[in-house]
């Protein structure tokens, strides 16, 4: 059983275009992140959610928009996408413990022509 | 700004050589620490965590890592490696009672055959 799933995998669009990325945890998590990472691997913090809740919204253009219906879903819906959009994302959750690691998803390739 | 870095970029090690890694947070707090792990074209996997007590902490495929508090930093080391820790390796700190991650900008090995 997936821990963290996101789909789609892949994601290849054009500039100017709208897509959404989702994804779903089923370890009873009560918080949930997106992160970047860019071709050099580094990892950016996007959002964070807690219980449904936005607490962590990082310099991030508002032409990235999450959502959270509940706490084991955390969606990311991107507008007017470009180049620069081009990256994996990663969906991640913990538990609001301070001893509880993050698990990550598979990640979803995008890119942007 | 609290931050976490990596020193090595990228390491080139022979199979049977002995690994360490630096990392060092700026956070002058408690904090939790973790090194994960990402194989090629794969999402990132905890190796490790150091929360309290033995500073000392033994992870899965024969990693530790040591955390020193007055160096500010949680090396991981490993006695011998093998081809297929081939990977990007990345430090992530946790202040506590937060819940956000800071991760370093990890480093690359690569183990030759």
């Known amino acids: 059983d997936t821990a963290v799933s996101q789909t789609p995998k892949y994601l290849v669009t054009q500039m100017g275009n709208d897509k959404s990325i989702k994804c779903e945890q089923n370890?009873?998590?009560?918080?949930m992140y997106w992160y970047k990472q860019d071709s050099k691997k580094f990892l950016k913090i996007m959002f964070s959610y807690n219980n449904k809740e936005l607490i962590i919204n990082e310099t991030v253009p508002n032409r990235f928009s999450p959502k959270s219906p509940d706490k084991a879903h955390l969606n990311l819906h991107i507008n007017s996408l470009e180049l620069g959009d081009s990256a994996v994302y990663f969906c991640?959750?913990?538990?609001?413990?301070?001893?509880?690691?993050?698990?990550f998803g598979n990640g979803t390739r995008l890119t942007v022509t | 700004a609290q931050s976490v870095s990596q020193h090595n970029h990228h390491v080139i090690l022979s199979e049977a050589a002995s690994l360490e890694l630096g990392c060092n947070y700026s956070?002058?707090?408690?904090?939790?620490l973790f090194w994960y792990v990402q194989y090629p074209g794969q999402h990132l996997q905890l190796l490790l965590k150091?929360?309290?007590?033995?500073?000392l902490v033994k992870g899965i495929k024969g990693f530790e890592a040591e955390f020193i508090k007055s160096k500010f930093s949680f090396n991981l080391r490993k006695p011998s490696v093998q081809w297929s820790d081939t990977a990007e390796y990345f430090c992530?700190?946790?202040?506590?009672?937060?819940?956000?991650?800071?991760f370093g900008s990890g480093t690359k090995l690569n183990v030759k055959p």
């Open positions: 991640a959750s913990s538990q609001g413990a301070d001893n509880s690691p993050l698990h």
């Open positions: 150091y929360f309290s007590g033995d500073p």
């Open positions: 956070y002058g707090g408690t904090v939790n």
């Open positions: 370890l009873g998590h009560d918080t």
């Open positions: 992530a700190v946790r202040l506590y009672n937060f819940n956000k991650f800071y």
